[in-house]
């Protein structure tokens, strides 16, 4: 496992950048529900009075009953002080339902746009950005942020407004009744904010550095509990070993989060203590205040109430900003990884398609990110429109690699590749696309029906045409594959939903019949055979000049026999063309391509 690199965003803790960050969210909050934040500023508004107010009134309400006790004034007036008392409660529960209700609605609206907007931009990615490991912290960070973050923002930032309302509410009761209130509550009020500021950016670090090790715990937990994986586990008896892993970093995870916890109850409990021995003791002068005739009852009844009331509004009110600016500082991930651009730029040139391409390699030379050794170094290629060529080489020859150049996964470092005389950099990405189908060596096994896994290669025009799915199959020899499965083309495929899996042959044969599902003018097939098994390499043989009609095919393989579909073959050596020609041509050349179909054969007859 690789050590975690310790770094925190530089900027994170910059109070202009914070602003920044905030004024963002609240932008994006307010253009997404503007009618629901209004009616939660009025609801938080009516929230923080409230308190206050029906403090005030029980305070009156007190006051007019001792007044008839000792009196025996008037009783009527106790009916409106009821009646206030009994309004002032009913609107603040309903006050709070009503809140409740915006809060759900709002945090409902943003994380469906926030993670939306997310997957949205992670589509515009280029394949390099996901192949970075920071770039996967990065991602993982974002996911996490998304929209939970955001709608927390908003609910600590409407409760810290309804506390801090309350809470300058109920101080303002509380000085009417004893005026030193002011000279206790600020001085114990800031260094517990302070503690709690430093408590949430030590949170929010801590989630921060442990992201790679959250995703090594993804890791070990998914090679024991997915199909793909738990075979050669079990049978190599790592299921100790990974579980002794996981349960080290989680472990770990647990005690530092516990050094938080125990910094929290401490400094908590403290600050707590503090403030109501502070109240309590100026409760003890209104007491006497009471006795002596300088407080009245109402007063003495009130104050205990509020001033507990006081108490708990300022300590949510300080938990809640803080804890706002601990999202903030969460949200600055989000908005980091939204801001990330595509390295490859797409062109603006709209082409229309022809029924074969012309593909041109221009001196290409390429390096992956992060590598100095280059994978292909001045080549230099030409394929007619309508030509089946074949790219064979040892592995690490680059031919893989010139396939994800075809289809711009990346950009060459040197070179350029034309189709149909233009730079593929000029084309835009929708007009590129149209033109190319895929069979890569790692093929898409889509947790779909059968019929889906092939009218996903040309979903506008076939997902809701059944029958044309059926023609496609039937073309691409698939047909009777499907309808042997329970339910035909509506079974379900795949362990996560479904209950029926394929052969890694079935599930390329079901990849071959997508890519000549699109009606493209590029077909590029990389080891189309490399999981069938003899009888379906030569079916898909026999059918392959039909299913390739009126399109260029570069056909990547290393068996010999599916190379035989091709009208020249290209051989890759060290990243370079070494030969070229027909079968027969190069094999009368006895050079590398004659080496590699000589030990092909050999091992065929032993």
């Known amino acids: 496992m690789r050590k975690e690199r310790r770094k925190v965003p530089a900027g994170s803790k910059d109070l202009r950048d914070l602003f920044r960050i905030t004024r963002w969210g609240f932008r994006l909050i307010w253009q997404l529900s503007a009618g629901l934040v209004s009616a939660s500023i009025v609801l938080m508004i009516v929230r923080g009075a409230l308190p206050a107010a029906l403090a005030l009134v029980i305070r ?104 801090t309302l309350q809470a300058i509410s109920l101080l303002g009761v509380l000085v009417l009744i004893e005026p030193l209130v002011l000279a206790v509550v600020p001085p114990f009020a800031i260094p517990f904010a302070i503690f709690q500021w430093k408590l949430a950016a030590q949170r929010y670090e801590e989630q921060h550095l442990r992201v790679t090790k959250q995703r090594w715990t993804g890791y070990y937990s998914g090679l024991v509990t997915e199909p793909y994986s738990v075979p050669e586990t079990r049978l190599l008896g790592l299921g100790p070993l990974l579980l002794s892993r996981y349960r080290t970093l989680m472990t770990e995870f647990r005690d530092r989060d516990r050094v938080l916890h125990k910094k929290n109850l401490v400094g908590s409990s403290i600050a707590a203590i503090l403030v109501s021995v502070a109240l309590y003791g100026l409760f003890a002068r209104v007491v006497f205040s009471a006795v002596t005739g300088g407080a009245t009852i109402g007063d003495l009844a009130i104050f205990t109430g509020a001033a ?3 108490r708990s509004a300022m300590d949510d009110a300080i938990r809640s900003v803080f804890s706002a600016f601990e999202h903030t500082l969460h949200l600055a991930n989000l908005e980091t990884f939204l801001a990330t651009q595509p390295s490859l730029m797409p062109g603006r040139l709209e082409i229309a398609r022809t029924p074969g391409s012309a593909v041109r390699l221009e001196g290409v030379g390429f390096s992956y990110p992060g590598s100095s050794r280059p994978v292909l170094s001045d080549v230099s290629l030409e394929i007619l429109p309508g030509e089946t060529v074949a790219i064979v080489g040892e592995n690490g020859a680059g031919k893989s690699t010139m396939v994800k150049l075809l289809a711009r996964l990346y950009d060459p470092d040197r ?25 890569f060596q790692s093929f898409g096994r889509y947790e779909g029906s059968a019929g889906e896994n092939i009218a996903l290669g040309n979903w506008p025009q076939l997902l809701d045409r059944p029958d044309r799915v059926v023609k496609v199959a039937k073309e691409a020899g698939v047909h009777q594959l499907i309808e042997s499965l329970p339910e035909g083309y509506d079974t379900v495929l795949g362990r996560m939903f479904g209950d029926i899996s394929l052969s890694g042959g079935q599930w390329q044969q079901l990849a071959v019949a997508r890519a000549f599902a699109r009606e493209s003018s590029l077909l590029v097939l990389d080891e189309p055979t490399s999981n069938l098994d003899t009888r379906s390499e030569f079916e898909l043989f026999t059918r392959f000049k039909e299913l390739a009609k009126d399109r260029t095919t570069i056909l990547i393989s290393h068996r010999f026999s599916t190379i035989g579909m091709a009208d020249r073959i290209v051989v890759l050596s060290e990243g370079r063309v070494a030969e070229e020609g027909t079968h027969e041509g190069l094999m009368e050349a006895a050079g590398t391509y004659a080496a590699l179909f000589n030990l092909h054969r050999s091992q065929l007859v032993e």
């Open 415 to 439: 070179g350029r590749i034309l189709l149909d005389g233009t730079d593929l950099r000029d084309h835009s990405s929708e007009s590129l696309h149209s033109r190319l189908s895929f069979v």
């Open 60 to 163: 009156g309400l007190v006051d007019s009953v001792v007044s008839v006790i000792q009196d025996g004034s008037e009783s009527r007036a106790l009916l409106y002080w009821i009646l206030a008392t009994f309004l002032l409660a009913l609107i603040e529960g309903l006050s709070w339902f009503f809140l409740s209700y915006v809060r759900s609605r709002m945090s409902e609206d943003l994380h469906l746009r926030v993670s939306t907007d997310v997957i949205d931009h992670a589509m515009k990615l280029d394949l390099a950005f996901f192949e970075d490991s920071e770039n996967k912290d990065m991602i993982a960070r974002a996911r996490a942020d998304c929209g939970p973050r955001l709608a927390n923002i908003v609910l600590d930032c409407q409760n810290t407004v309804t506390m």
């Open 308 to 310: 507990g009331r006081l």
